[in-house]
């Protein structure tokens, strides 16, 4: 399944094809999918793919998987991702994000 994320990352998957898969992936929550997409979210916004529109069939609540520019800019609230993709997301975008402290 994660082929798709991996290909999407490259630049060499069909805008529909990732929209599918990001639909499968909602319902499966496949853990080892989850951390292929937390790995190529760079990938997926540098070849375009920011622009895909949120879906909102999972009563009104759009899932993480879709929040690729809040998420890689630190911005999405770091409690709402699942645990085993939280860790990797702090240390890959939140971390890098955080404000500078300036020593006295």
């Not at 929550?29 to 793919?49: A, E, F, H, K, R």
């Not at 998987?65 to 890959?92: C, F, M």
């Amino acid at each position: 399944m994660s082929a798709i994320i991996e290909y999407a990352a490259k630049g060499q998957a069909e805008t529909e094809e990732l929209e599918n898969e990001l639909f499968i992936m909602d319902k499966e929550n496949n853990v080892s999918d989850d951390l292929v997409l937390i790995n190529s979210m760079p990938g997926l916004l540098s070849t375009g793919y920011e622009e895909l529109p949120y879906p909102d069939y999972n009563n009104g609540e759009h899932t993480w998987r879709w929040q690729w520019t809040e998420i890689t800019s630190g911005r999405y609230p770091l409690n709402k991702l699942p645990d085993h993709v939280r860790d990797i997301a702090e240390a890959l975008y939140y971390l890098k994000n955080a404000p500078k402290v300036k020593s006295a």
